[in-house]
């Protein structure tokens, strides 16, 4: 699935010189599967020259009704289920930039 240009309502992503974050992202609301994903970091054009690097990829699920009773026992209600996908992007080079991540149809943030 191809994808570009993706960042926060707010803006960019801001990344300082060696610095790193890390980004997770979703379709829909809370999340859609996609099945496995690549996520790749886009510095913006008229940026210093660097080099992102990603790592960390991930596949995160997660449920929205998840409960606890009075003795400790946990679970959660199978059919409540949702995806996010994540991944560490790191800055090597020697300025700060602002970039974007290469997703389509997706919600992102900053964590």
């Known amino acids: 699935m191809g994808f570009n240009g993706l ?3 707010s803006g ?3 990344l300082g010189p060696h610095q790193s974050t890390d980004i997770i992202m979703w379709y829909g609301n809370p999340g859609d599967d996609h099945g496995a994903q690549w996520i790749m970091a886009h510095p913006l054009k008229g940026q210093p020259s660097t080099s992102l690097q990603v790592s960390n990829f991930r596949k995160i699920l ?9 003795e ?8 409540s289920a949702y995806y996010r996908y ?6 090597l080079g020697a300025e700060g930039v602002f970039s974007s991540i290469f997703k389509a149809e997706a919600t ?3 964590i």
């Open 86 to 91: 994540g991944a560490t992007v790191t800055n």
């Open 12 to 14: 960019p992503f801001w």
């Open 72 to 79: 400790g026992d946990y679970g959660y209600e199978t059919d």
């Open 7 to 9: 960042q926060p309502a």
């Open 108 to 110: 992102a943030k900053r």
């Open 62 to 70: 997660l449920y929205q009704d998840e409960w606890v009773n009075s």
